[in-house]
C-alpha cells in the first residue's frame, strides 16, 4: 500500500532557530496536504499542495512540493514558541472510480528551548 | 457553529466490554472519517463515509464497526474491546474526498 515516510520524528531546536520536515511518498501523489498538532489537541488543516514544483508561503512558514509530485518539506524561518506541536504531512492518491486515498505520515514533533 | 464535534471526551473500558464513540458535524460535508492516533504512528484511517448510508474500510478497520444513518452523524463501535485498542480517537469532515479535513476534538479511550 502507499506509504508517506516523514523525517524527522523529533526535532529540538533554540527559539529563533529554523525548522525542516520532510515528506516522502512511494507512489506520485495528486496532492499534499500539511496538519499541524498542538500537544492535547487535534490535526488542523494547515495548507495544500497540487502542482508539481509547488512553493506556498505563510508568513515564516514555507512549504514546497517536489517536481515528481512524490516529496514535500515544511520549512519554519526563526522558530518561536507558538511553533511547539506537531507537523503532518499527509499525500493524497486517486486510487480510482472517483476515489481517493489520503495517508498521513506519522509527524514530526517540533519543541522550542526558549 | 460547533464545526465537529465528539463524544465522549473520555473513556475507560473493561476488556470485552462495548461502546459507542459519536461524532457530530454541522459543517454539512459529505465525508466522513474515523482516525485512530497511537503514540509514534500518526493517523491511521479506521473507517470512513463518502455520504449518509455508506461506510468502507480504511487501513485499519479490523474491531470496529460504523454507521452512517444520518448525513451529520459518524459512529464508531467497538463490540468487544480489547487493550490493543486504548488510543485517540479523532472524527474528520471533509467537503470532498480531495480537500482539507476539519477534526474533532478527540475522545480518549483507555480499555483495561
Known amino acids: 500500500g502507499q506509504q508517506v515516510m516523514q523525517i524527522p520524528q523529533y526535532q529540538h531546536v533554540q527559539e529563533g532557530e529554523d525548522f525542516t520536515t520532510y515528506c516522502n511518498s512511494s507512489t506520485t501523489l495528486s496532492n499534499i496536504q500539511w496538519y499541524k498538532q498542538r500537544p492535547g489537541g487535534h490535526p488542523v488543516f494547515l495548507i495544500q499542495l497540487v502542482k508539481s514544483g509547488e512553493v506556498k508561503k505563510q508568513k515564516r512558514l514555507t512549504f514546497q512540493f517536489g517536481e515528481a509530485k512524490k516529496n514535500s518539506s515544511l520549512h519554519i524561518t526563526a522558530t518561536q514558541t507558538t511553533d511547539v506541536g506537531t507537523y503532518f504531512c499527509a499525500g493524497l492518491r486517486y486510487s480510482g472510480a472517483g476515489s481517493y486515498q489520503l495517508t498521513f505520515g506519522k509527524g514530526t514533533k517540533l519543541s522550542v528551548i526558549p | 457553529n460547533a464545526g465537529v464535534t465528539q463524544t465522549p471526551k473520555f473513556r475507560v473500558l473493561k476488556t470485552g466490554q462495548s461502546m459507542t464513540l459519536l461524532c457530530a458535524q454541522d459543517m454539512n460535508h459529505e465525508y466522513m472519517y474515523w482516525y485512530r492516533q497511537d503514540p509514534g504512528m500518526g493517523l491511521r484511517l479506521i473507517h470512513y463515509?463518502?455520504?449518509?448510508?455508506?461506510?468502507a474500510k480504511g487501513e485499519v478497520p479490523d474491531g470496529y464497526n460504523v454507521s452512517r444513518l444520518k448525513k451529520q452523524n459518524f459512529l464508531l463501535g467497538l463490540e468487544s474491546a480489547a487493550p490493543s485498542q486504548t488510543s485517540v480517537y479523532f472524527c474528520?469532515?471533509?467537503?470532498?474526498?480531495?480537500?482539507?479535513?476539519?477534526f474533532g476534538p478527540g475522545t480518549r479511550l483507555t480499555v483495561l
Open positions: 474528520a469532515v471533509g467537503g470532498q474526498a480531495y480537500n482539507e479535513q476539519f
Open positions: 463515509s463518502v455520504g449518509e448510508g455508506t461506510t
